[in-house]
């Protein structure tokens, strides 16, 4: 959250920066529809064919070319050319046929034009010539793009421009290395658990790392001498993306869909595949597909997660929470080519934004949801209570030297099997969750409860409590489990065996060895005629055997 919070203060920053820009003063004029024959000298004296743009040096062109060439004019309104350097930029990263003409009058009166290279700059760039020589009067940019063309400009100060592009190419630098830091860090959990969604979140990461290289122009001005079909590879990438989403989201949604809601999705999945073909498509059907593909088949998988949360289903509310980012943005800018959304300067990054909440909150669903995994292998499925496993994680801890002990005692259930045998196992697993209840009410937190199985509880006690505190813990454990318990109209009787061990305990000894002292303890405690808790202290644990009755606290009642 901090990340998204810094960016966004960035994005603002140089937004309100633009705001306040003052440059010297251009008119903007555009020849839509132009020949792609016709050259800049003709260009040029076709004045007449250009309609003016709203805006001057900071101005916006929407529209389309018929003839797939259009042709932008910056005229100097005043005499000459600007006293300060000045940088023309045009805020579409991926532009790949774009050139820049300045027209000057020589003295004898002819009219010169003159190419100028672009600057290596993550948008079209290039710094506009002072009067020198020659006084420049105005400039022509021809770009041939065959699609709608959303195109912000702009005619600054280069402090001005390189401070944008620095707060901007900072902002996608960032967003580039938080994506791939979520697909590695979910990639090493993926090597452990094995799992599809994790493989399908790691593919989408690391796709939206790569929109947001190439959407950002971060692409263009590394590769600026490469001729990269952007707009392809863009589409290429925003097809994958489409594609693992829906592959993650139908992992998640798999155990609580029905038949309908996840063919609905598996539909879906392939929804952005013909955007892949569409430098192959007719121009209508290429248009028709992408408008599919990342405008109605996102909304489509938004109301089926709404419907599946409005169900209470499941995950499904997490995974709409997650998808809203993403696909507001996508609606939003998208939006921009139908007119029904404005243009905003954040247009540019809002979608690389989205991608990185979606992604963030798809990351925690993995993270909740492997927890939640790890949580039930760690957890006995009929008490609640922590079982064999969790208790090895003590074990490690204590023969590691990073869990202090200072008793451990093995309790099981006298008359448990009678209790099975007459009243059914129903009523055994009714007996074990009471008393589980039972005793995990009176324990100290200094205390863990574990069931090992069947009728078999071990309770660890960490250091702190005196051997007076243990033996009283312990004997209300076992009035606990004496005290009958309730089951379809029957009363069930059963009493604990308990043997435990004390400490101190020293450097070295293994739990396993703790666990055999306790055991022994234990089974003495069956005996006929002995205590039925047994507790001795570590340095005797080595002389005991079954015959001894060592450390009775309490007989049994004949």
């Not at 063309?149 to 902002?171: D, T």
């Not at 009775?552 to 004949?558: F, G, K, S």
């Amino acid at each position: 959250m901090r990340a998204v919070v810094f960016i966004v203060t960035l994005i603002l920053s140089a937004s309100f920066a633009a705001a306040n820009a003052q440059n010297c003063d251009y008119v903007a004029s555009v020849y839509q529809n132009a020949d792609p024959a016709v050259d800049i000298g003709e260009v040029a004296t076709r004045t007449s064919d250009f309609a003016a743009i709203s805006g001057s040096n900071g101005g916006l062109f929407e529209g389309h070319s018929l003839t797939g060439v259009l042709w932008l004019r910056f005229a100097h309104e005043g005499q000459g050319a600007c006293e300060t350097p000045q940088w023309l930029q045009l805020k579409f990263p991926y532009l790949k046929d774009v050139t820049l003409h300045a027209a000057s009058i020589s003295p004898d009166g002819r009219k010169i034009m003159t190419e100028i290279a672009p600057l290596p700059l993550q948008y079209p760039v290039w710094a506009l010539p002072l009067a020198d020589q020659a006084a420049y009067t105005d400039y022509y940019v021809r770009i041939a793009h065959p699609d709608f063309l959303i195109l912000p400009f702009e005619i600054a100060s280069p402090a001005r421009i390189i401070g944008e592009v620095a707060v901007f190419g900072v902002i996608s630098v960032a967003l580039i290395v938080l994506f791939l830091a979520l697909a590695f860090q979910t990639l090493a959990l993926g090597r452990v658990l094995d799992r599809s969604d994790t493989a399908a979140f790691v593919g989408f990461s690391i796709s939206a790392a790569v929109y947001v290289f190439i959407s950002s122009g971060l692409m263009g001005s590394l590769f600026g001498d490469v001729m990269l079909d952007t707009r392809h590879l863009l589409l290429t990438s925003q097809a994958v993306l489409l594609w693992t989403a829906v592959v993650f989201l139908r992992a998640n949604i798999k155990p609580i869909a029905t038949p309908i809601i996840d063919g609905t999705f598996r539909v879906l999945q392939f929804a952005a595949l013909p955007t892949l073909l569409a430098p192959f498509l007719g121009g209508l059907v290429a248009s028709l597909a992408f408008l599919f593909a990342f405008i109605v088949a996102p909304l489509i998988i938004l109301g089926l997660l709404g419907a599946l949360t409005f169900q209470r289903q499941g995950r499904a509310a997490g995974l709409l929470i997650g998808w809203c980012p993403t696909i507001l943005a996508t609606v939003w800018i998208y939006g921009r080519l139908i007119d029904i959304t404005p243009y905003l300067p954040i247009n540019h990054h809002l979608v690389g934004l989205g991608l990185f909440l979606t992604a963030l909150r798809f990351n925690a669903v993995l993270a909740f949801k492997y927890r939640g995994e790890a949580r039930a292998a760690r957890t006995d499925m009929l008490t609640g209570l922590p079982n064999r496993r969790a208790m090895m994680e003590c074990a490690r801890r204590f023969d590691g030297g990073n869990l202090e002990l200072s008793a451990l005692a093995l309790m099981d259930l006298r008359k448990f099997k009678v209790v099975n045998d007459t009243h059914g196992h129903a009523a055994g697993d009714h007996l074990l969750t009471e008393i589980s209840r039972r005793i995990s009410a009176v324990l100290p937190k200094q205390a863990h409860f574990f069931r090992i199985g069947g009728d078999e509880f071990i309770i660890l006690i960490r250091g702190g409590l005196r051997r007076a505190e243990v033996e009283s813990l312990l004997t209300k454990v076992s009035d606990l489990v004496s005290q009958p318990v309730s089951y379809s109209g029957t009363s069930c009787h059963v009493a604990a065996n308990i043997g435990a061990i004390m400490g101190p305990f020293p450097d070295g000894v293994s739990f396993s060895s703790l666990m055999g002292a306790a055991d022994k303890l234990a089974y003495m405690a069956k005996q006929p005629d002995t205590a039925d808790i047994l507790i001795e202290l570590w340095t005797h644990a080595d002389e005991l055997t079954h015959d001894e009755m060592p450390g009775a606290m309490r007989t049994r009642p004949t």
